[in-house]
């Protein structure tokens, strides 16, 4: 007899599964996109069929119960006055992308658990849906190792608004409040990703904060996007259509075509930056932290690492704890998790710290490409660290494939390529001949947590590269390969608990190299999501200027060396 | 606060709201009229909603206003919820 929980996350973009058993712990968690290999998976459904009935067979073959709970309460849109429109984002936001969004949302949250009975039959499903603000503050609180928080979701929009704070009590939340209406600091992103000649549809936000350290924050930019949108008592408001369009015009001197030469981008994705960190600083304010609290962050804006790395010293805070997948994605496992929680009557939050939630490498796949695929040179590594260490410091960039996948947008370990750090020209090298992307893209630092202070000034645990520092200036020079344009690192830090492996190759690496420090990247090619199969990242390997690919234990080189 | 005392004070402060919105005199709006018919739009309404649960500290329902359709009506189901809290 046993109850699982399937979280799916309905958006209409991002879409995930995760689940959760009777005991409250989080078994699997994948976003669909890996599955599919379509980047953001916009109006796939988080329980697709073979993608959810590989884990359920796996992780739930004693289920006599289904509790299958969305990651929204509602349909956006509802039926309001004749000839008006009831999303949120329908004053801002154009008709037929408001049109697109809303109708992606509807189709997914009015068919979630659709294909559950059909996997498992005879299963009794219930279906249940969970205001979207709290499953991103039920993951962001279950990741966490704190008992209490301040907890702030702040994303495009989600029932009724943009921001949300929840206080979390010995890992229980309750809403202290949130805002209302179409004011958000997600959209003022996005319009900012527009504008700068990125698609937000392809999630290309990062590409500004990216950018935003090769320009100089133009004031009256800067001024005309805080008047557009601004903080109200830590809620954001903001004008009509018309004042959108105003200030797409007025920021038309830095704007950029897609066609146009990126950097001609640079000064507005520093002044979008600048007004983000400034609108966000009026929404943290109206929190009133007192010094040592402890600041949790959710929803697609924690993903602005450059804004996070900032806030623990400047508030006093304690620690600030950003889940994995901050994003729509990690709504799948907040969704469980609340369900689970209610039926346990309001028990605390689990805790539930491992990013290392996906799917795992098959071995027959690897089996297969070991006797088939003609490599130059196959070695079974055993766990040994010093082979991968010894080739990564003769300049080999490798991509790794080992264990389960990461939970969230960014690689952590498991699905990373990695590199030497110190030699100057490994940034281009990578961009040019591995990832097939823009030249002035940074890449981001592994450091064990021990070390993380040594290198980087006012650094604490990051280990889910949620939060950007500034490298000491008398260590950016030895590894400027994971040092951006602003003189900053989003570092990964590693313990012995998070990853092992790990652990012991950047060990190993200090021994070859003198620095223990790795370039970590995800494992994929620009515009596509991360690995998923041993084929996706054999693929990778045998069409780019990736050297050898380490599959579990297994090192398979293209060269004989 | 007696629950006809607080539905008082609801009505009062949804009056001055919508007047604030609509640009008129709140001894001037029907507490039985249809607030669409007073001139209120969905983005009027979800942040008077939002002005509502701030206030009273009690989670408004997004629909809640169109539902309602008028003052009395919105105060009834905002003082029933205020009362079971």
Not at chain 1, 21 to 46: C, S, V
Not at chain 1, 440 to 454: L, Q, S
Request: glycine share 10%; proline share 6%.
């Amino acid at each position: 007899m046993s109850t699982y929980y399937i979280g799916l996350a309905v958006t209409g973009h991002d879409p995930a599964l995760a689940i959760v058993d009777a005991e409250g712990r989080l078994l699997f968690a994948e976003a669909t996109e890996r599955y599919l290999q379509d980047k953001r998976a916009w109006g796939a459904a988080p329980d697709h069929f073979d993608h959810l009935a590989g884990p359920l067979s796996r992780y739930c073959a004693d289920a006599t119960r289904f509790v299958v709970a969305a990651s929204w309460a509602r349909v956006k849109h509802w039926e309001q006055s004749p000839g008006e429109d009831g999303a949120l984002s329908a004053d801002i936001i154009d008709p037929v992308n408001a049109f697109w969004l809303r109708e992606h949302q509807r189709r997914a949250f009015e068919h979630f658990g659709l294909n559950v009975p059909r996997i498992a039959p005879g299963v009794p499903v219930e279906r249940r849906a969970y205001d979207h603000h709290l499953c991103h503050a039920a993951y962001a609180a279950a990741s966490s190792p704190f008992e209490d928080a301040h907890c702030l979701i702040v994303d495009g929009e989600g029932e009724v608004g943009s921001v949300s704070l929840y206080a979390m009590q010995e890992r229980r939340l309750a809403r202290r409040w949130r805002s209302w209406g179409p004011g958000s600091l997600g959209y003022l992103y996005g319009f900012v990703t527009g504008r700068c000649g990125f698609d937000w549809r392809r999630g290309e936000e990062w590409k500004v904060m990216g950018l935003a350290a090769f320009g100089r924050p133009v004031p009256e930019a800067v001024d005309t996007l805080k008047r557009l949108v601004w903080i109200e008592n830590g809620r954001p408001r903001t004008g009509d259509a018309s004042s959108w369009q105003e200030a797409g015009a007025a920021l038309a001197p830095w704007s950029r075509a897609p066609s146009d030469d990126v950097m001609a981008a640079a000064d507005l994705a520093a002044s979008g930056q600048a007004a983000h960190a400034a609108l966000a600083d009026e929404v943290v304010g109206a929190i009133a932290c007192a010094p040592g609290d402890n600041l949790l962050l959710g929803g697609g804006c924690a993903l602005n690492s450059s804004y996070n790395g900032t806030l623990r010293e400047r508030y006093s805070l304690g620690a600030v704890h950003v889940p994995p997948a901050p994003a729509d994605d990690g709504n799948a496992a907040g969704a469980a998790l609340l369900a689970w929680q209610e039926d346990m009557g309001g028990a605390p939050l689990p805790h539930c710290p491992s990013p290392y939630l996906g799917s795992e490498p098959d071995p027959k796949a690897l089996a297969g490409a070991v006797r088939h695929g003609g490599f130059a040179k196959v070695t079974e590594t055993a766990g040994d660290t010093r082979a991968v260490a010894e080739l990564l410091a003769g300049g080999a960039v490798i991509g790794v494939m080992r264990g389960r996948a990461e939970f969230g947008p960014r690689a952590l370990g498991n699905r990373s390529i990695i590199a030497d750090p110190r030699p100057a020209g490994m940034k281009d090298r990578l961009n040019r001949e591995v990832k097939g992307r823009e030249p002035y893209r940074p890449f981001a630092p592994i450091v064990a947590e021990a070390e993380a202070d040594r290198w980087f000034e006012g650094a604490g645990p990051s280990p889910y590269m949620s939060f950007a520092h500034r490298w000491r200036p008398d260590k950016a020079g030895r590894v400027p390969a994971v040092v951006h344009a602003d003189g900053t690192g989003r570092l990964q830090t590693v313990s012995g608990e998070s990853n092992r492996w790990l652990c012991a190759l950047l060990a190993d690496f200090e021994q070859a190299s003198g620095v223990p420090i790795l370039l970590n990247t995800s494992l994929n090619v620009m515009g596509k999501p991360i690995v998923h199969t041993v084929e996706d990242a054999l693929a990778i390997l045998t069409t780019t200027g990736l050297d050898a690919l380490l599959v579990d234990d297994v090192l398979i080189e293209k060269k004989a060396g | 606060m007696t629950d006809a005392a607080a539905r008082d004070e609801l009505i009062a402060y949804l009056l001055e709201r919508l007047a604030e919105r609509i640009g008129c005199d709140p001894s001037g709006i029907d507490r039985d009229a249809d607030l669409i018919e007073l001139g209120i739009r969905s983005i009027d309404a979800v942040l008077i909603s939002g002005e509502l649960e701030d206030r009273f500290g009690v989670e408004i329902e997004p629909v809640l206003l169109f539902e309602c359709r008028t003052v009395n009506r919105v105060a009834d189901s905002v003082s029933a919820s205020l009362s079971r809290r």
